[in-house]
């Protein structure tokens, strides 16, 4: 029955880290097909593992700016998507969040019979819009027409049931935004720093140099550290950002220089060997819908340190295989490095429980996970 099931997903954008449990899925079914305005190419290891069709292009209008939030905005999709959907004629739709693709494929539905589940990665003030009434209005007519919806965190479930007032037993969350950590591994990394000034224990940060990251905030409690007279650990930032310069000079001007390296931008086939490299990796973001660098970090056996604002910090146990934080307070976070820095043993063993959770976590899993949200529909239709 699964290989004559037709599935397909409509992905504004397929990312890097969206292809692990689509390359599975489509394993389990084979008739699947992805749909994007928005295609990176391959990440090193699923090479044609799916199909992909891309339609036109992805155009993102701002509306306004924020240093805490995500920037509100609106994006125009190209309504040929409609042609492949015709074509395959698909029993089941997976659509991304409540997209012009969405409100296409939800118009349809009468005449083409298909069932669609929207896919809500994560719930965060900037991509909720609780004070949209405009927006609330739109989202609540689509929810009373949509089969269901999947999302990473229990979070989302809320925003879902009680703003948008969808029914709970049509909500079904999982990790499905996971990774297994090869397509970190697929270009070789050799590093030309003196890795022996940089001292232990090292933290590490990976993604964009922007403020809503909250790194202003990380550089904070490393003040916070130097008037303790406490020195010895390194912070790598990794990634780039339209606040790079301003935090380098940041960086200088409280004498952290030392303890805060800089190394820009990095190959998303490089990271993997940023992570073995790595002691305790650190999110101080001030709004993230998911986080993916939280189960790529746990996949590689790190603790972590989560802002409690990411959709992941779901999947840190506070005092298990790390401690979520307000990154607001910067005296905290300052006390949890100082933790590890103090009982370097704990970074081992909170690094096993990271494992131990992502083992529960896989692409292969999440694909299972999913399927069981396929079969459910495709049995009561």
């Not at 504004?12 to 390359?23: D, E, G, H, M, R």
């Not at 609540?140 to 037993?169: G, M, P």
């Not at 000079?249 to 998303?268: F, P, R």
Request: hydrophobic share 40%.
């Amino acid at each position: 029955m699964l290989n004559d099931l037709q599935v397909a997903w409509l992905l504004k954008k397929v990312a890097y880290f969206w292809q692990p449990v689509l390359s599975e899925f489509t394993r389990l079914v084979p008739q699947t097909t992805v749909l994007t305005a928005n295609w990176p190419g391959f990440a090193g290891g699923y090479e044609q593992s799916f199909r992909v069709d891309v339609i036109g292009q992805q155009r993102l209008i701002v509306l306004g700016r924020s240093q805490t939030s995500y920037a509100p905005t609106l994006m125009y999709l190209s309504p040929k998507v409609v042609i492949p959907l015709l074509r395959q004629r698909p029993q089941i739709l997976f659509t991304d969040g409540f997209s012009l693709w969405t409100l296409l494929v939800l118009w349809l539905k009468p005449w083409l019979k298909w069932r669609v589940v929207i896919i809500y990665d994560g719930s965060a003030p900037g991509v909720d819009h609780r004070q949209s009434r405009w927006r609330l209005s739109i989202r609540r007519l689509i929810t009373r027409y949509t089969d269901a919806f999947i999302s990473n965190s229990s979070v989302s479930k809320d925003y879902l049931t009680q703003c948008l007032k969808a029914q709970e037993q049509t909500i079904f969350t999982t990790p499905y935004l996971v990774t297994d950590g090869k397509s970190l591994l697929t270009v070789s990394q050799s590093f030309d720093w003196d890795l022996s000034s940089w001292q232990r224990p090292l933290f590490l940060y990976v993604g964009q140099i922007i403020p809503r990251k909250g790194l202003r905030e990380l550089i904070n409690a490393c003040s916070v550290l130097q008037a303790q007279r406490i020195h010895h650990y390194c912070v790598l930032m990794v990634g780039d950002g339209e606040q790079r310069q301003e935090l380098e000079a940041l960086t200088q001007s409280n004498g952290l220089s030392s303890q805060i390296q800089w190394l820009g931008a990095v190959e998303y086939g490089r990271l993997g060997a940023y992570l073995q490299l790595a002691d305790v990796f650190v999110l101080p973001t001030l709004e993230d819908v998911w986080g993916m660098v939280i189960p790529e970090a746990m996949t590689f056996g790190k603790p972590i340190l989560c802002s409690q604002y990411a959709g992941a910090a779901e999947l840190v146990i506070n005092g298990s295989n790390g401690y979520c934080f307000d990154p607001h307070q910067p005296e905290r976070l300052a006390a949890l490095m100082q933790r590890f820095i103090d009982r370097p043993h704990l970074i081992a063993e909170m690094g096993e429980q990271s494992k131990a959770i992502m083992s529960r976590h896989t692409p292969k899993k999440a694909a299972q996970a999913l399927l069981k949200v396929v079969m459910s529909l495709d049995s009561s239709s």
